[in-house]
């Protein structure tokens, strides 16, 4: 494998890495693009590793070794502190993260995007060991247009929406409305980390995704996860599109959101991991600003898409209006509008997303289509039993 160099032409030196959380949908695609482009290596920590499993055997994979997985649950087990202490960096990914569980299990929330993420900053401070954490676009909450009247003409200005790490404020809903709860959880934490880099000196970088989707996103109901389950809406929207039902939109599908695809925003980590100089000390947006669509949009593009790669009819009546009491429960709210501006990560790492919506969610529906067709055509014909 060449030398990798960074952005200022100097040689990267191969590191250790212990990634917390990497059995998810990010560290997944992070651990993909670390084990096939670079020489560092991977201490791979996750309650599982299902999404992994493709590159933790056989042995003869080009990359053995410099991948090892340690089954464990962050909130009780010693070992965290040693794995953090053998390793340069350490890439907190663990969270819960789905929003049907921060209005209906908002204590497990709270816990998990701040109390159990405590351990993991102070073992980094103490150790002296540089901490790539992440938080959420969801710490914006609102955008200031939101509370403007419907027809005010500065709706219109980016200055009342676009989302800047440095000057926009956070604004979340009521103590009521749960569904703030991950949000507020990971802002204080963010707060935390900033205070440990101003007051002890922790080298931090804080990454705020914003809607990465692609393959192995969340799972899908009844078939790689619980029959209930409320994923995030890349999998709610495949599984309506799988089963053919018509896909539900959330009061009306009129929030908007920026997706940007996993494999272009992995780009972006990697910038980070290699050049600390330009990373710490920053919070990062980390999205695509041309992607915007309305979730109803979505529905409709996905919809065609999965019509092109499955070569199945859409469905005459292809969406249906649902309130968000009847799909996620009381004290659901939402975020209205998300474009993040690209000033700080284009200065600082020179990244620009590729991937256009179309193109990002052809590669998706493909991938979904051949991974779980067949297993639902299987389970909707099961025999009943006599
Ligand atoms: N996917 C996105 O677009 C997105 C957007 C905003 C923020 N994020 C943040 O990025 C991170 C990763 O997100 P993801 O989409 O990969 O989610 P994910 O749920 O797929 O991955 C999280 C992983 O952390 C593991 N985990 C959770 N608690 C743990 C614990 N106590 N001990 C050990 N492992 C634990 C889970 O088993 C899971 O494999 C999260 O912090 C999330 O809040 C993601
Ligand atoms: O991915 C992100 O950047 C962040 O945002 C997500 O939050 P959100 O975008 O609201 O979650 P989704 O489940 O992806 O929902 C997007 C929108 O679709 C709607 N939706 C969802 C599912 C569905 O079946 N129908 C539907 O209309 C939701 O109400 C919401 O307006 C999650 O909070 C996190 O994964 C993450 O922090």
């Avoid at 791979?44 to 053995?64: C, F, G, M, R």
């Amino acid at each position: 494998m060449a030398t990798r160099m960074d952005l200022d032409g100097r040689p990267v030196k191969p590191m250790t890495i212990c990634m917390i959380g990497a059995g998810g949908f990010i560290g997944s695609h992070l651990c993909e693009k670390l084990m096939a482009e670079t020489p560092h290596k991977v201490l791979a920590l996750d309650v599982y590793s299902d999404k992994i499993k493709h590159l933790l055997e056989p042995d003869s994979l080009p990359w053995a070794g410099r991948i090892v997985f340690h089954r464990l649950n962050i909130k009780h087990d010693s070992r965290l502190e040693g794995l953090i202490k053998m390793a340069d960096l350490t890439i907190n990914l663990a969270a819960i993260c789905t929003p049907a569980d921060y209005n209906t299990r908002p204590l497990d929330t709270i816990y998990s995007n701040f109390i159990d993420a405590l351990p993991v900053v102070k073992y980094c401070s103490e150790n002296n060991k540089r901490l790539i954490h992440f938080s959420t676009c969801e710490v914006y909450g609102k955008t200031i247009g939101s509370f403007l009247p419907k027809d005010s003409p500065l709706r219109k200005d980016p200055a009342y929406y676009v989302l800047k790490e440095d000057t926009s404020p956070c604004i979340f809903g009521s103590i009521e409305k749960q569904r703030w709860s991950y949000a507020c959880a990971k802002q204080l934490i963010e707060r935390l980390i900033y205070a440990e880099g101003a007051e002890n000196g922790l080298d931090f970088t804080i990454v705020r995704p914003f809607n990465w989707i692609g393959p192995r996103m969340d799972f899908i109901p009844g078939i790689d996860g619980p029959s209930e389950g409320v994923p995030r809406v890349l999998a709610c929207f495949s599984n309506n599109l799988l089963r053919r039902e018509p896909l539900k939109l959330v009061d009306g599908g009129e929030s908007q959101r920026t997706f940007v695809y996993i494999k272009d925003a992995i780009e972006a980590v990697l910038l980070m991991i290699e050049n600390p100089d330009r990373a710490n000390g920053h919070i990062f947006n980390v999205g695509n600003p041309n992607n915007e669509v309305t979730v109803r949009q979505l529905a409709e593009m996905m919809t065609k898409v999965y019509a092109k790669v499955s070569g199945e009819p859409s469905l005459e009546s292809p969406t249906i209006d649902v309130s968000s009491k009847e799909f996620y429960g009381e004290g659901y709210d939402d975020s209205d509008k998300r474009i993040p501006d690209m000033t700080i990560i284009n200065r600082q790492l020179g990244w620009n997303p590729k991937t256009t919506l179309w193109d990002l969610l052809e590669s998706t529906l493909t991938y979904q289509h051949r991974t779980y067709a067949e297993a639902i055509r299987k389970s909707m014909v099961k025999p009943i039993a006599s």
